[in-house]
């Protein structure tokens, strides 16, 4: 009889050697997931301060952190709450699963588990969290496995940024952002034990939901450290009367929608693993700048609302403030309300420009000799159009017109009729090829040319004005500085300018865009205590308003209009929609920024002259004007 039980048991010992042999070799391959660890991961976008703007990510919100970043107290509370013997089994712990084996058997179902931390890592990342026997088998069998190619400090590392946190956090640092806005090495004892707690039930110890749950688990964490005695009867008190102030987030953290889309967009061919990369993106915007344009915005857009209070919903507006001298872009907003519209009016919407094309044009007239005194024809003409079949008469928004007029008055007033006969002067050909040289798209080859009868994007345009803004060099806008990938490398972006003009021909126009604010279409925009420059845009049947304008250090170029290309209410110009939004950003902006230059530096090779008791700026190319206009009879492209 002995010999058959012992032969029974020999084959059942053989037979459970045979099973686990054979599920370890079925299984075996799945460890190195665990060993080769590489999790999706969040991106994020910054500010050029540093400070966050979004989260991007697919299915899990996870920003990852190395163990040498993870403090001891972390590491600490964790193994005192879940694996005490952590750093002495060998991926399972034989007692407690002996222990809990006895529990259940006589419970008759399931109700303790023995799992160490590697198990936990191999159930979270490996397995489903079904309680069967066969489950807990391979669970087992790849903990031994993970444990014997792993050190401690690796599969600490991996479980701290694997398992769930709750609220749609994945790994300790995303908790800890998103629940307290810290960094691991800035948290209390409490918010640590809280955080440390979680991984047993997510949910209902989530502390922006359920706080009186998730500080009853806190305390249990202090109690299990002070009973250790790994913290002293001071901390474990002072700890137990803490409670933290929690953040209840969106996981995105979106705070500036409109910049994060563009970002996306810009990136997301180029980085195909964009949202599951982990990339850290640093952008030229700065918040608070950002924060203020669309409060700006919004200002303007009341204004015009509060004037017209029948008008339709498809009104909105756009406003981007770039760095002069840099192009990097402060702030871009591209739309009035984001939760209404997402789409980005800034970047995607091409809008004709109107009087706000201006300024190139008569750039153009000064560096074919004109001046700022130089007298041109302000007088009505009729144009014979032979494609639509019918005469074409422009005419001024005063439907007035003056004669002969200085070409700063011409500008200063914003004169249409003075413009074409600008253009008449200087040749179609000269103007339509100098507008293409300094990029301009669509530009029509006829006359309207003057009146800026194309598109152009708001974004796009404040590119063209660092012309005048920077002196002469045209810059590009910049968006992102720089992206850093989880290995820490790092793509940097920087600056790029065109020189197209000498600092003293872009001078004349800077001299001539102030008198605009001063005593022209762009009155306001005025700002007691520093020098301010820009040019109103108005287009027919004021479908569209500009503002684009510019201090010693920013531009800013605001832009109002309906989406669907219908009429504001009459005499919405851009001196009256979109200038006050400009006023506003730079006054606030130099509460912000009081160090910001206040007066626009006059360059070498610029002198003055006076005509008819007026001063005049000129230069060895823009000089007095003697008898008649300049000279336009050469081919010179800027």
Not at 39 to 54: E, H, Q, V, Y
Not at 233 to 255: C, F, G, H, I, W
């Amino acid at each position: 009889m002995l010999k058959y039980i012992i032969s029974f048991i020999f084959i059942v010992v053989i037979g459970v050697f045979a099973f686990l042999l054979k599920t370890y070799s079925d299984i075996r391959f799945e460890a190195y997931k665990v060993i080769n660890y590489e999790p999706d991961l969040t991106t994020r976008i910054f500010d050029r301060n540093g400070k966050l703007i979004a989260n991007i990510f697919g299915k899990h919100n996870r920003v990852y952190v190395k163990y040498k970043d993870i403090p001891p107290r972390v590491i600490e509370s964790l193994v005192a709450i879940e694996d005490t013997l952590f750093f002495e089994h060998s991926g399972i712990n034989l007692e407690a699963i002996f222990r809990a084996a006895i529990k259940d058997i006589k419970a008759m179902k399931f109700v303790e588990g023995a799992s160490t931390l590697t198990q936990q890592l191999i159930k979270d990342t490996l397995l489903t969290r079904n309680k069967t026997i066969l489950r807990k088998i391979k669970e087992a069998l790849l903990a031994i496995r993970v444990d014997s190619a792993l050190t401690k400090e690796q599969i600490i590392e991996r479980y701290l940024n694997q398992v769930y946190f709750g609220h749609g956090y994945y790994g300790i640092k995303t908790a800890a952002l998103g629940y307290f806005h810290k960094e691991l090495n800035e948290l209390s004892l409490k918010e640590i034990a809280i955080l440390v707690g979680l991984p047993k039930a997510p949910s209902a110890y989530n502390p922006a939901k359920h706080m009186d749950l998730s500080l009853a688990r806190a305390n249990m964490v202090l109690d299990r450290l002070y009973k250790l005695g790994w913290i002293d009867a001071k901390q474990y008190e002072k700890s137990l009367n803490e409670r933290p102030l929690v953040y209840d987030d969106t996981l995105t953290q979106n705070v500036a929608p409109y910049v994060t889309d563009e970002v996306v967009k810009r990136l997301s061919k180029k980085y195909k693993d964009l949202k599951t990369g982990g990339y850290k993106i640093y952008t030229t915007i700065d918040l608070d700048e950002q924060f203020l344009a669309k409060k700006a915005l919004k200002f303007g857009y009341d204004g015009i609302i509060k004037r017209d209070k029948d008008i339709n919903s498809t009104l909105n507006g756009a406003m981007v403030v770039m760095d002069n001298h840099t192009g990097e872009v402060l702030a871009m907003v591209g739309g009035v309300d984001y939760k209404k519209s997402s789409f980005n009016r800034a970047t995607q919407s091409k809008r004709q420009p109107g009087s706000s094309i201006k300024p190139f044009i008569y750039q153009i007239a000064l560096n074919y000799g004109y001046s700022e005194a130089t007298k041109i024809a302000d007088i009505s003409r009729v144009y014979e159009d032979k494609i639509k079949n019918k005469d074409w008469k422009p005419r001024n928004y005063e439907n007035n017109f003056e004669g002969l007029i200085t070409l700063e008055d011409a500008l200063v007033h914003s004169r249409n009729l003075a413009t074409i006969n600008l253009v008449n002067d200087l040749g179609l050909e000269n103007v339509y090829k100098n507008l293409k040289f300094l990029g301009f798209k669509g530009v029509p080859y006829d006359l309207s040319i003057a009146l800026g009868s194309f598109g152009v994007s708001p974004y796009e345009f404040a590119g063209k004005y660092t012309l005048f803004s920077n002196y002469g060099e045209m810059m590009k806008p910049l968006l992102i500085k720089k992206i850093v990938n989880r290995f820490r490398d790092m793509e940097i972006y920087k600056p790029q300018g065109k020189k197209i003009n000498e600092p003293k021909q872009a001078y004349l126009m800077i001299d001539i865009l102030k008198n605009v604010v001063l005593r022209g279409t762009g009155r306001n925009a005025r700002i007691k205590g520093i020098e301010t420059a820009g040019k109103t845009g108005t287009t027919n049947n004021y479908i569209d308003a500009w503002f684009c304008g510019f201090t010693p250090d920013i531009e800013v170029i605001t832009w109002y209009g309906h989406d669907d290309n219908t009429p504001m209410k009459r005499r919405e110009t851009g001196g009256r929609a979109a200038a006050p939004a400009f006023n506003y950003f730079v006054s606030n902006y130099l509460a912000i920024h009081p160090e910001t230059k206040r007066e626009f530096k006059i360059p070498k090779g610029v002198d003055k002259f006076v005509k008819d008791g007026k001063t005049y700026y000129f230069t060895d190319i823009s000089k007095p004007p003697k008898e008649g206009n300049g000279d336009s009879s050469s081919k010179l492209i800027f």
